[in-house]
């Protein structure tokens, strides 16, 4: 079983749906979440970075961690076709070290 | 603009012929970092160095080697290619060891034939 599970999609949504984007980990020890987008051939780049559980909003996007199911989740509101990209989500145990585990990705694709 | 580039974009070799890939930071982060991205797949740490301190993961195939001549570049050796070292290899930059302060390049894509 992989440390973090994500749902690889590819989900497509029509322009200005809401979309849900989630994953699942099994090390109770991680406490350091992120949220990385991904465009074609580009590297990731940080969406969103919470710690604990909670809710984090930022813009169109809200970050939720809740750390009793082991289960997080990024949720972009209007969704643009600009928003077609792959998201990772990407966690730790330690704020100081280097160790990020990845899920795999979703691919999202927003329709016009 | 600041940023973390990667040279070249695209390289293909010849199964077992050896490979350099290169990666440049204008950040001036002292730490920078090799992943390994195959299609589909999460990224996965091979090393990084803090400074000159080389930091190898456990897991990284003996094939895989890097060099960091000076603050602003590091390079990925793969000695003797195989077929499934084919993947993205992004180069990553931070100021320190936190883990939300990685900025990515935008990746060399490897093929081996």
Redesign the interface.
């Known amino acids: 079983q992989k440390e973090v599970e994500q749902d690889p999609g590819p989900l497509s949504v029509p322009e200005g749906a809401i979309v849900s984007l989630n994953c699942t980990y099994s090390n109770s020890a991680f406490q350091y979440f992120m949220w990385y987008r991904q465009y074609s051939r580009k590297g990731p780049e940080l969406l969103m970075y919470t710690y604990s559980s909670g809710n984090k909003e930022d813009g169109r996007f809200t970050a939720q961690v809740d750390k009793s199911s082991k289960y997080i989740s990024l949720f972009i509101r209007d969704s643009q076709p600009s928003d077609s990209a792959t998201y990772l989500c990407a966690m730790s145990a330690s704020n100081a070290g280097n160790m990020l585990t990845f899920g795999g990705g979703t691919r999202l694709m927003v329709k016009p | 603009d600041a940023m973390?580039i990667q040279n070249p974009?695209y390289q293909v070799t010849q199964f077992g012929k050896p490979v350099t890939l290169s990666c440049s930071q204008t950040l001036n982060h002292n730490?920078m970092?090799w992943y390994q991205q195959k299609s589909?797949?999460?990224?996965?740490?091979l090393f990084?160095y803090?400074d000159k301190d080389f930091?190898n993961e456990a897991d990284t195939p003996d094939n895989f080697q890097s060099r960091r001549p000076n603050t602003s570049f590091c390079f990925l050796d793969i000695r003797s290619p195989g077929l499934g070292d084919a993947a993205m290899y992004?180069?990553?930059t931070?100021r320190?060891?936190?883990?939300?302060e990685?900025?990515?390049?935008?990746?060399t894509?490897l093929t081996v034939l």
């Open positions: 973390v974009r730490v970092y589909s797949q999460a990224p996965k740490l990084h803090y930091n992004l180069c990553a931070s320190g060891l936190a883990v939300n990685q900025f990515f390049g935008p990746g894509r």
